[in-house]
């Protein structure tokens, strides 16, 4: 159990100033692909470990399974070249192998490892922010990566630190950094990370009245907070057929019944993959005229891998089903989390996930990797929870048998 944590606190190290900080310096292009190789491999190497976790392992495996069929299919049948889905698996199979990965590995910090977690992610971000001095001299200063680092280091002092007000307030201060250059979805995330942190007292029940009120009333300050961006894209703009966000979403919806049930095959469509080898489906909807959508990738592409949703198009009636399926699952889960603290990480990653993939894919990139692995930590709390009152049981029954021994 020592190997894997002491694996993981590396790892988390690693991670915060290569995969999100600093990962469009040179050499650090690659590391969020290696990153997740490693972890991969680790997690096949260690996979017998007394330690570890095998509930999520058939899962995992059936993932595995699914997304070979997606491979081969996108190979056989799919719209782009084969490059496009072999670029496209690296990125497809990041988010969820981080989970599974990290859920299986089940890894139990010591308070030395946390205080190392914690100080990588404070000094990762202070030193961006550092080495960014626009962020505090230009009120116009946009920086999507500032608001990732904010949230994911602000959830992170949160889970790894004691539940106190003064820890919560200063949770709260981490990712009140992020408005320094906040994106306008980044307020949104504020907002969902505020509600969790201090009025959610309880698991939210979605079946409930109350709870549907809760969400709505994030919903309502959540746009109000960014009601001008969503106006532009999702009001007005969505009548606009010049816009390309806008026309990639209404775009994706026709993919969908156009190419029942599977798709049009992986790297075809609002990722990566569709912009390095431009899609053929860009000009077959004529979208190939729409800036930002274009198939010149150094000059008008850089809006078609700006929003996750979308990207489910790809994968057909059936992919959307199957990713219903995979956060309905996850959800449950949360619920089932005894540990309020651990509970409201796991709800603040998700809808940060679900507002951020609005109007990125970091989802699939390296950036999303730190909301991935804070849900899996939260998953394992309750089998973390019955080993401790365990332990702490057999120690209690180890100490009464010394107090009788010496008693006699």
């Excluded at 590396?10 to 050499?27: R, V």
């Excluded at 996979?47 to 495996?61: A, D, L």
């Excluded at 894209?233 to 390309?244: C, I």
């Excluded at 800036?291 to 008008?300: A, F, S, T, Y």
Aim: aromatic share 18%; hydrophobic share 45%; glycine share 6%.
């Amino acid at each position: 159990m020592s190997q894997i944590a002491r694996f993981y606190t590396l790892y988390w190290i690693i991670y915060f100033p290569t995969c999100i900080a600093y990962n469009d310096l040179a050499g650090f292009g690659y590391v969020d692909e290696v990153m997740t190789v490693v972890l991969i491999g680790y997690t096949f190497l260690t996979r017998h470990n007394w330690s570890t976790n095998k509930i999520p392992w058939k899962e995992y495996m059936a993932f595995l399974w699914i997304l070979t069929f997606y491979i081969i299919y996108g190979l056989l049948f799919g719209r782009n070249v084969d490059n496009a889905v072999w670029l496209d698996l690296v990125q497809e199979i990041r988010p969820y192998s981080i989970i599974y990965c990290t859920w299986i590995l089940n890894p139990r910090f010591s308070d030395r490892q946390k205080t190392l977690m914690i100080g990588a992610m404070i000094l990762t971000l202070a030193s961006w922010i550092y080495v960014h001095p626009q962020t505090t001299t230009d009120a116009n200063a946009e920086f999507p990566v500032l608001g990732q680092m904010a949230i994911c280091t602000g959830m992170g002092y949160y889970l790894f630190s004691e539940e106190t007000q003064k820890n919560k307030l200063i949770a709260l201060t981490l990712v009140g950094t992020g408005l320094l250059a906040p994106k306008m979805k980044f307020m949104g995330e504020v907002v969902a990370f505020v509600a969790m942190l201090f009025y959610v007292k309880r698991q939210l029940d979605f079946k409930s009245p109350r709870t549907i009120w809760t969400i709505g009333l994030m919903m309502v300050f959540a746009l109000a907070l960014t009601w001008t961006k969503f106006e532009v894209y999702y009001v007005d703009g969505w009548e606009n057929e010049e816009l390309a966000r806008p026309m990639t979403y209404k775009t994706a919806w026709k993919i969908l019944w156009d190419y029942f049930p599977f798709g049009p095959g992986m790297g075809t469509f609002a990722c990566n993959a569709a912009w390095k080898y431009y899609s053929p489906l860009y000009y077959e909807y004529h979208l190939n005229n729409i800036w930002g959508l274009g198939g010149n990738q150094l000059k008008d592409g850089m809006f078609i891998c700006d929003a996750f949703y979308p990207t489910l198009a790809q994968f057909g009636v059936a992919g959307v089903i199957l990713f219903y399926v995979f956060w309905k699952r996850r959800l449950r889960a949360f619920n089932e989390i005894e540990d309020m603290k651990y509970y409201r990480v796991a709800m603040m990653a998700f809808f940060c996930l679900a507002i951020e993939q609005t109007a990125d894919t970091s989802f699939l990139s390296g950036k999303g990797m730190g909301y991935c692995m804070l849900i899996a930590l939260c998953l394992n709390a309750n089998i973390n929870q019955e080993e401790e009152e365990e332990e702490e049981d057999e120690e209690v029954e180890e100490e009464v048998e010394r107090v009788k021994l010496a008693d006699s």
